[in-house]
């Protein structure tokens, strides 16, 4: 049996589709592992990678004493299989197979899942022949081939793949918790590190900060527009920019009549056909049509996946002889681009661009089938696709040609020149729009003639700082650098935005990102420059190519970073200082509105407010929504009334929620509570924010000394508007207590929030669980309650009000507990309740229930029920001890007064059934037995 190892689900489907011809193909599926079996072969995808690789057990530990970030570097690496399920079925096949054929991607990472791959197969199977099959496009034609052709694997390649795993693991890791660690920084703000990250980082620092301190420099720019006939054309002075204001000043004052050409330049110019796509033109085209360099790169390969295009990462820019681009142009026939693959055909040039770099591996990058609109699928994918066939037709195409005119002319003693270009051979312009070719056209001119000034312009100018890096030219400059890989670089990217060390396109540092970088720069600056990193690159290369091995470059690689760590620990408390100093700065929001001090974003738990640094002299703080909503972050908005940054809670997977200015906020939430305040204006509030009165709590806890100071208001006013505050206080807290009560008893509907239905009520005057216990049905089903739902709350509130009553005539808590349980909260049922039915239900003395209800009693103005006295009860009770009857039956009776021997002898059966709901021939029973028991 043949078994075909393939990198993804998906080229296998499509291998054993091209390889099985007209047989069946059947498919089984179990979960993400899938199989396609014809004939005698097996077709499997893997997942990437299905191990993984990871620290032995004990390192995982962050605070581990014993292993601290240093002792990462020597510690051993274990490999981990991800994928079981795909791991399982593998070996199953792998045991039956006499030959397997890996066929991952042709590039390190492939070599490297298809040595993991063929140490799996070998762990099951000692002797089957494994081989590997190469291909750069899934066509066809390339995967018979690879099939057919099929090598050895490549385990130099495989092991260079592994080594950078390895260092990536061991750096990212060690410095990353070092560092963390270092700043205090909790397990959701660890701080990351990365061999390539943090110098791509650097990049990105570094350029902000050239913006910072560039200092614009002023120039001048003169031009003037002259008129030929009816024609007006703008002339631009020969002398370019004047950095002088006199000098320009001068020329422009001597650029006047007459106007006369002094000279006439005609010439050509060839503007040459783009090179082949490698992984970075491809990004930088793709940058161009709008795409972010991660979101082109899984187009690219979802495109290669599917066949339309060959293998995305590459780093070769010219086209293998053996490719022939005559039959690829043909296969355009019939579809969208035939007129353009046509006229290609007819023009094509002798032979096709070619870039800088060769290399054997892939091709450039080129499109291996024919895709309709509908094929390709959405419009973006569908974008690159086309800019791909289009570029792979202008390689093809001739160079344009262009018929240029240089004018030049004298304005009295001023020079000015003016220069035109034609496109006389369109060439590979036709068929490839994405560079602008923009035509002037000029008329024609001769030496000597005259032209009318018609106008002329002094314009004032500044020269611009550099610009910042966009996505795609960020990873030219790290190819440049020998920055990670062509299938690693926008991956990094990507990660340093995930991290928010950079935002925007074009992209600049966070606080955050900046922070680190600083920190490192400063401490241990060979973690920030590209130097160490690319040496290691080029290492890795020479395992590839077998001059090295893999331990002497981990070894090498381990040297490196401990000498990082003897400065990183050298600076340990300096740099967690240096951290927490730079990112504060992230944490500030502004001055206090009430002493100047900065204004802090603070977290204790999950709480977060906004505090006065100034604390505990100033006690200014606002509240923020708890850090379950989302953590609090400054923005760069500031509010231009309070000059504080605006604030948003950032959550995963949902929309950040913006909070706006929090002082904003804060008086607005605080508003209508200050409304609530008899005569109380807008004016009044804002007299009250502008004295830092922001809310109604503040106002009622304070002195009215304070108050009238602060006002500059009269004792009468400030004590009358502090018993206000108290007064709207107390009925806030009363309404909090409600909105909490009906959250308790009432189920939450869709539409029916809790906050509805208190709102509701509020509006019917009903603020508090006492106007609740005696509110209306129809207050309340109004109010979107049911009618069971309304019952249930009214005596659940009746409940709470009772006890409360009760509470207050002066039962202690513990014992009302015990009534509340016996069933007895309301004070009229509990002073009517028989006491020795009390005593036994609850298990209290009888004198003190007895004591109790007399209490209660003269409260509600009753009579309470019959006293018992203590000896009688204890005596009656131990008379009935020896009919064995149970606690709450024995309860109902005492309720029924019958809490004796002679008492129950002496009861009438019918009644007492009705007044316990006891069965009547159980106390039938009951009875007999007393009499035996107790004599006549
Ligand atoms: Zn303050
Ligand atoms: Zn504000």
Known sequence: MHLIIAEKNIVAERIAAFLA??????????GVATEYTFGDTIVMGLRGHVVELDFTKGYSNWRSEEHPPRSLIHADIEKHPTEKKIVALMQKHARKA???????DFDTEGELIGMEAFELVRAVNKNVSVDRARFSAITKDEITKAIDEAQSIDFNLAKAGETRQVIDLVWGASLTRFLSIAAHRGSDSILSVGRVQSPTLAMIVDREKEIEAFVPEKY???SLAAKKGKEELSFRHAHGRFTIKSEADAAFAGTKDPLTVTEVITGKKTDKAPTPLDTTALIVGAGRLGLSAASAMNRAEDLYMRGFISYPRTDNTVYPKSLNLRQHLKMFAGGEFERDANMVLANMRGSPTRGKKETTDHPPVYPTSKGTRQEIGDDATWKLYEFIVRR???????DAEWKTLKVNMTAAAEPYTITGGRLTVPGWRAVYPYSKAEETVLPEFTVGEKLTLADKLCEEKETQPPARYSQSRLIQRMEELGLGTKSTRHEVISKLIGRKYIEGNPMKPTIVGRAVTESLEQFAGTITAPTMTNTLEEHMEEIAAGTKTMNAVLTESKTMLSSIFDDLEANKEAIGQDLMDRTIEGQTVGPCPV??????????GSSQFIGCSGYPDCTFNTSLPPATWGNAVRMDEVCPIHQLNHVQLL?????????GCPLCSHIQTNAEAFRMLPGMTDAGIEKLNKV???AISELAGMSSDELMRRLSIARPEAEQMIADAENVLALLRKRTELKKFISAHVAPRRGRGHSKVSNAFFSKGIVDVAGLSKAKMSDMTSSGLSEAEAETLLSEARKVVNIAKMKEYGVPTVTLKKYVAAGCEDPAVFVAANPAGLALATGAS?????????IVAEKIGVTPAEAVSKASFDEGVATLTPLGIEPEMLASLGFAGVYSCDLLKKANIEKLARQTGIDKEILSDLKSKAKMVCGK
Do not use: E, N
């Not at 792979?392 to 001739?398: D, E, G, I, R």
């Not at 002493?595 to 204790?604: E, F, M, V």
């Not at 959550?651 to 909070?659: H, Q, S, V």
């Open 220 to 222: 001048w720019m003169l």
């Open 98 to 104: 006499d030959r397997v054929t890996i066929a991952t």
């Open 595 to 604: 002493c100047g001090k900065p204004l802090r974003i603070r977290r204790a």
């Open 21 to 30: 011809g007209k047989q069946k193909v059947q498919t089984k599926r179990d």
């Open 392 to 398: 792979f037709f202008a390689t093809l195409s001739p």
């Open 651 to 659: 959550r995963k997977g949902a929309p950040a929620w913006k909070i």
């Open 846 to 854: 009888v004198t003190t229930i007895c004591k109790h209800q007399k």
């Open 692 to 694: 830092h009165i922001y």
